[in-house]
């Protein structure tokens, strides 16, 4: 049974930062690859960035250089560390999960995905 659970969410102000976890159960973690998405409300879900197997990391144009994916293989946990946050990103975070070798910033690529965590920035 594959559970995929985030936390870390919260409410901060502009400018602010915060660490969001993924504690990941049930796939075999190393070998997959991990993805962080967002959904506002009214708004269509979009991408935060990937980290592949290989560590390689792909981001959002919109997070470059404020967004940073890592991961611990050995917990089985995935981070999403965000400074200067910016209104904008405030949204409902989602950690997925995809055996896909190399996948995009697709949506439709993952898998199994979270229940979210929540994300407002004021």
Not at 33 to 52: D, H, L, T, Y
Not at 99 to 109: F, I, V
């Amino acid at each position: 049974h594959v559970q995929l659970v985030e936390s870390g969410g919260g409410s901060v102000q502009a400018g602010g930062s915060l660490r969001l976890s993924c504690a990941a159960s049930g796939i075999a973690y190393s070998s997959y690859c991990m993805g962080w998405f967002r959904q506002a409300p009214g708004k269509e879900r979009e991408a935060v960035g990937v980290i592949r197997s290989d560590g390689t990391t792909e981001y959002a144009d919109s997070v470059k250089g404020r967004f940073t994916i890592s991961k611990d293989n050995a917990k089985t946990t995935l981070y999403l560390q965000m400074h200067s946050l910016i209104p904008d990103d405030t949204a409902m975070y989602f950690c997925a999960a995809t055996p896909s070798w190399y996948p995009t910033l697709s949506a439709a690529e993952y898998n199994y995905w979270g229940q979210g965590t929540q994300v407002t920035v004021s």
